[in-house]
């Protein structure tokens, strides 16, 4: 998925430190001490059984490894991140296209493309801004099945020349009879960064965030 950014008072309090810090897990040591205590405090008529100490002592060899494993599983995940992130920084100034509709203006006219399911008569792409305004709306006639390359010339209805940046589109097709032809929208962005969010490494163009499963070409 994508994730795009969008286009208090302070006072002193005083808290307890459970308050501050919350309920604490049971550790190694916590275990120990139980179990010490256990022992000290067994009733001597009738002691512990040998069976339900070895027991405990096996959940405590248990909790050990199992604490020992997951610090090594999260040290395992933070070196894969790591290396992910690094992976992707040789796509920083790579042109890549994503099925999103979404146009990139830079200096010169924007391009952007779409695909069609079977031919039609007559696309409609009407261009919005962050607002969700329509600025501009752009008319294909007669476009067969299949991908196409599309151009914006970056400027609105009125020929005034539009700011820098992401821009969405709407996109829609209709045969010689009328009827709807399914479209799908297609954007060419340049990826100007790498962000780590949530444990996982993303593209960034601007303040767009993309998911690199979601690049379906590569230039």
Known sequence: MIDAAGLSTTGTT???????????????DDFLRLLVTQLKN????????????VSQLAQFSQLEQSAKQAQLLQQSL??????????????IGRTVTIGHPLVQLGEGPATFGYS?????????????NAEGQVIRTLEHRDR???????????KNQDGVKM????????ISAADGEGKSVKVEGRA?????????????????????SIDPSEIVELR
């Open 14 to 28: 005083s808290t307890s430190t459970s308050e501050k810090t919350g309920p604490r897990a049971l550790g190694q």
């Open 78 to 91: 933070d070196a894969q991140t790591a290396s992910l992130q690094f992976t992707l920084l040789p796509m």
């Open 116 to 128: 069609l399911e079977k031919n039609a008569a007559k696309v409609l792409v009407s261009i919005q």
């Open 144 to 154: 067969l099945a299949g991908p196409h390359a599309a151009e914006w010339d970056g």
């Open 163 to 170: 700011p820098k940046g992401l821009y969405r589109y709407v």
């Open 188 to 208: 060419t962005l340049t990826v100007s960064g790498v962000r780590m969010e949530e444990g996982q490494a993303k593209l960034l163009v601007g303040d767009l």
């Open 42 to 53: 067994q009733d001597p008529l009738n002691p512990t059984d040998n069976t339900e100490f």
